[in-house]
């Protein structure tokens, strides 16, 4: 029996506890933060396709100059 095993159920259900009993608020906060997440993933999905450039230090820096939260 791997320690996996014996780990991975125990998360499971501490996850399915604390989902449950976080409060309005933090839920709505979380699910703010998760659609700012998405946004920012697509709007620097949408700046790499738009400037076709190998992916560089350079172009690297760019994105974390334009996109803070990326």
Do not use: K, N
């Not at 999905?45 to 350079?58: E, P, Q, V, W």
């Amino acid at each position: 029996m791997s320690s996996h095993s014996l780990i991975a159920p125990a998360s499971l259900a501490t996850a399915g506890t604390e989902a449950r009993t976080r409060s309005l608020l933090r839920r709505l906060w979380d699910a703010i933060v998760a659609q700012q997440h998405a946004r920012t993933e697509r709007e620097v999905a949408r700046y790499l396709r738009t400037h076709r450039d190998r992916f560089t230090d350079a172009l690297e820096r760019e994105i974390e100059r334009r996109f803070p939260g990326s």
